[in-house]
């Protein structure tokens, strides 16, 4: 029989127990290549990754998950994983790393924005309709700075 994932976070106790697991799981000995929380989450316990980030929050889980999180990193960087296939792997099934990524972006993408719109000026002028009729003003003709000096 099948277990449906799960719709709801998990109680204190629970949450306790399920970091105990999590970290044996992470720092156990094994031929099996662990290198993604997902199959922890996912396929032992079913749960849906929307779930996995809440529970990651809750006091009482987060000190396992900092626990298993450094020994999975730990298992990879002593695993024997073909360069190619490491990062790549890795970019497509470690969620977690796909969100820093794409926070990442994000910030860079308005970074960028920002120093354009740095970049680009607009001057609003009023002028008195008398005094602007028949005129054709150009934004080479407004200085840049301003002379304050008397003359």
Same mark, same amino acid.
């Given at each position: ?53 809440? =529970?990651?929050?809750? +006091? ?7 626990? #298993?999180? !450094?020994?999975? %990193?730990? *298992? ?15 970019? =497509?099934?470690?969620? +977690? ?7 990442? #972006?994000? !910030?860079?993408? %308005?970074? *960028? ?39």
């Amino acid at each position: 029989m099948e277990t449906r994932p799960r719709t709801t976070t998990p109680s204190r106790e629970e949450c306790i127990k399920l970091g105990q697991d999590l970290v044996v799981w992470a720092t156990e000995e094994t031929t099996d290549l662990r290198t993604s929380f997902s199959f922890w989450y996912a396929l032992k316990h079913n749960f849906i990754y929307e779930e996995w980030k809440l =529970m990651k929050q809750k +006091e009482e889980f987060r000190p396992y998950y900092e626990k #298993a999180r !450094a020994a999975l %990193a730990h *298992k990879l960087h002593k695993q024997q994983i073909e360069k190619g296939l490491s990062h790549r792997y890795i970019g =497509m099934y470690d969620r +977690e790393l796909t969100d820093h990524e794409s926070q990442l #972006a994000d !910030a860079d993408a %308005a970074r *960028k924005k920002a120093i354009e719109g740095a970049k680009q000026t607009h001057v609003t002028m009023l002028v008195n309709h008398d005094l602007a009729a028949g005129s054709d003003i150009s934004a080479k003709a407004i200085p840049e700075k301003c002379d304050k000096s008397p003359k």
